[in-house]
């Protein structure tokens, strides 16, 4: 079996989670919830995203949240930094990781981002040095790796190219993302074996949306490559803003759930992490779509 | 690559989908269901329950519904007949094919159908005997293979040996039903691994639910195993009945998304199959619980 012994999860929540939510979420919430995830045993936090407020206003408190953290041992909380501003205001809160966002989609590039796919690697050469010299990590995010909102299908290769670049431009890790949840398993297989070609597995992460239910199918299908990180969000928070009302990243606890009978490690706490799910998705008004979640919730 | 080139879908919805809702749905409403999925592409379709209408009242107009049928050419209409009472029942309305329900966990039997397994084997001996005598042939159901909701795991072997009764007894079909929907990709294998040394690959079926989110992982990997026969429920009609509120049946949609993406035939159309969902849900009043019915309808 080429199934890995255990995993990394990366929870998504406090900013994939949440940036699409209109209603303003307050600091202490997501304060909260970052704190709740890292006493389930989650030991990696996407805890904000330095973004423009004028882009994502539910993001605009990225300061109070780095800020307020009570940072737990062995958890890393990392934030979106899309640009060298978004950076320098990170470090100025300590953050201790960050991450860059591409596309294997050259519209969805300019639509999202409003650059070329080679602009978009342009920009992020400066964030990466800059991260250097201050001795903080990158992850690089590449989007729309198994489909986009607007071209479809895209070609294995593309992804490769683009996370390729990411990778020698020096970020530590790519994750890869089916960010409309279009994916079927072999497919997913494929995109990863394209990508695997130039970067080891082990520097390589699964972000898979739940959007057509897919998402644990093709994380079974990569797993069975030998990918062991894989981002999610609790209570599967974060809908897909290209059809409203559809889910979005696939949910922590159903992720944990397989693994757990897969006997994979991820030393986290299903049940705390569950009860995580329900808090939020309570605090917020937002249905629960962890299946796992609304079961165990259940009996 | 051991995937079949091509599956069958058996569609449960208008049996195990609409048996557990406790108001009322008028004979025509599920004749056109019936008819909506034929017309989707559907080959195969259990239509009805011959039980007790005191133990499943929702089942009660089964001669209605056998007998109102419009039968499509190259469809198979077939009826759950747990005893000969409701075999002889179903004969007399011209089913064409007739399934039995047993269970691998003997507590599961003895609450379900008040016997215990040895018991429920005996009982559906002269079903099939007298089938045999009709030439009408008989599904196999074996329920809990992946977990009881009143003993939790139950042994691979447990399951072979019920399988194995069933399938000696004349059944030319066994399904595996994870009742519960707990079991997890490699668990699904080990298990079906166990029934396959056996039976022949082919004459087994996958019946799993989506409780827990795990259904589409755990039919990717029994594929892999050579699985060609699925069954499913459109709009994953069929709720969990050991915890309220929570998902049962996988949807049809969700799998034909899944083998359309993986190549593999069904000759389903899932555009109509899509749009039977949706009506459906909405004609009874129930959440679809198919992520690509509600994707698809969202855009």
């Known amino acids: 079996m080429p199934f890995p012994n255990a995993i990394r999860l990366v929870e998504v929540a406090p900013r994939d989670g949440l940036q699409n939510e209109p209603e303003p979420i307050d600091t202490a919430t997501k304060l909260e919830l970052i704190d709740r995830l890292g006493a389930a045993g989650i030991r990696y936090i996407e805890a904000a995203s330095f973004v423009s407020p004028k882009w994502v206003p539910q993001m605009a408190d990225h300061r109070d949240v780095m800020a307020g953290l009570t940072r737990r041992e062995g958890v890393t909380y ?4 899309p640009n060298l501003k978004g950076l320098e205001a990170a470090l100025e809160c300590g953050v201790e990781e960050v991450a860059v966002f591409g596309a294997a989609s050259e519209t969805f590039s300019h639509k999202n981002i409003n650059c070329s796919i080679a602009e978009s690697l342009e920009r992020f050469a400066p964030v990466l040095e800059r991260a250097k010299d201050a001795g903080v990590r990158v992850r690089g995010y590449v989007s729309c790796v198994l489909g986009c909102p ?6 294995p290769a593309k992804v490769a190219d683009v996370s390729k670049a990411l ?5 530590y890790e790519v994750s890869l993302g089916d960010t409309i ?3 079927t398993p072999l497919k997913a297989k494929r995109m990863l074996e394209a990508v695997a070609k130039d970067i080891p597995i082990d520097k390589l992460a699964a972000h898979f949306h739940d959007t057509y239910g897919q998402a644990l199918a093709n994380l079974y299908a990569v797993l069975e490559e030998g990918i062991a990180v894989i981002d999610s969000s609790v209570a599967g928070l974060g809908g897909c803003p290209y059809a409203k009302g559809a889910s979005g990243n696939v949910a922590s606890e159903d992720v944990i759930y397989m693994l757990n009978g897969m006997g994979i490690e991820s030393g986290i706490d299903l049940d705390k992490l569950a009860e995580t799910g329900q808090w939020i998705t309570l605090a917020i008004g937002r249905p629960n ?9 259940a009996k």
Not at 150 to 155: A, L, S, T
Not at 167 to 171: F, I, N, S, T
Not at 289 to 297: E, I, N, Q, T, Y
Request: hydrophobic residues 35%; proline residues 4%.
């Open 289 to 297: 779509r962890s299946k796992v979640g609304v079961a165990m919730a």
């Open 167 to 171: 990778y020698e431009m020096g970020c």
């Open 78 to 81: 990392s934030a979106l930094t």
């Open 181 to 183: 949840g279009t994916g």
């Open 150 to 155: 607007y071209e479809g299908e895209i070609p």
